[in-house]
């Protein structure tokens, strides 16, 4: 059985693996990539523009040619946000050097777990497996420049296409089957990568810390959605010691035991007692 890839303890424990972090990006871009550090939750400091973001995984080649970024999004209302996120990394080099170049080449990838709910400027609805943004100018004639190399790509295995080549269709099994059909997934072992992948995540290989660490993201997970629906309920202007009441009592109201309240609220199990009994 699988842990699921729609968990940030998981992708990550996936993905900063060497063997997994180089096929994957073999796969999805093209490249062949040497990498020495793999870094998560990676910021850069002072903060560029008014978005404090952090990277999932980032990671530069040996030759410091080449930036590769992963993120993992389980929402898509947000693609300003992406964007962000692939500018930011190339401003970054441009603040670090002293003639404004742009000396490597930045590539996002970010994956969706989530079915996309947006929609075009048109009003079209977008069930795209797979988008790239290249900043390569074109000319009139719809030829391609290559200037800069750049490239954004997003990835959603919630809306398969026939036409997707295989190596990244390896890649979209994985992590949808991780989410859906974890007990017996249907992926290509034959590729090195996914082979790896699957072996680090099988819930046999992940140790008690993980599956803690995994826990309590989901738990956080569930406090972020019941937060939302509160607040929607009763009015976006709430303020935030009322924002964890309402998710410590809807927690109480979905059957959650005390401790995980407390735990997915940061309120005491004695403040959460008397939310209870208050309740009552």
């Known amino acids: 059985m699988l842990g699921n890839l729609d968990n940030e303890i998981i992708f990550k424990k996936a993905f900063t693996d060497k063997i997994v972090f180089k096929a994957f990006v073999r796969d999805i871009l093209g490249i062949e990539i040497e990498v020495d550090k793999i870094e998560t939750e990676k910021q850069f400091k002072p903060k560029i523009g008014n978005i404090d973001f952090k990277l999932d995984i980032f990671a530069e080649s040996v030759d410091k040619r080449i930036i590769i ?14 964007l962000h996120y692939f500018l930011m990394a190339i401003t970054e080099q441009q603040r670090r050097s002293k003639e404004y170049g742009i000396n490597q080449t930045v590539y996002l990838i970010v994956v969706l777990t989530a079915p996309y709910k947006i929609v075009e400027k048109n009003g079209k609805a977008i069930l795209d497996e797979v988008l790239l943004l ?33 190596p990244i269709r390896d890649w979209l099994d994985l992590i949808y089957q991780s989410i859906y059909n974890s007990a017996r997934p249907v992926i290509n072992l034959q590729n090195e990568g996914i082979k790896r992948a699957a072996e680090l995540i099988e819930i046999d290989n992940i140790s008690p810390e993980e599956l803690d660490q995994k826990k309590k993201s989901e738990a956080a997970k569930v406090a972020k959605t019941i937060y939302e629906n509160a607040a929607r309920e009763e009015g976006i202007g709430i303020g ?12 109480l109201k979905a059957g959650m035991s005390e401790e995980m309240v407390s735990q997915i609220s940061g309120l005491s199990i004695e403040r959460i007692k008397q939310i209870k009994a208050e309740m009552e």
């Open 134 to 166: 290249k900043l390569n100018p074109r000319t009139l004639k719809d030829e391609e420049r290559e200037l800069f190399g750049h490239q954004f790509v997003c990835l959603n295995p919630n809306h398969p296409e026939k036409d997707t080549p295989k």
């Open 69 to 82: 970024e992963i993120q993992r999004v389980e929402y898509d209302h947000n693609f300003d946000r992406f």
């Open 240 to 251: 935030i010691e009322e924002g964890v009441i309402l998710v410590a009592k809807n927690a």
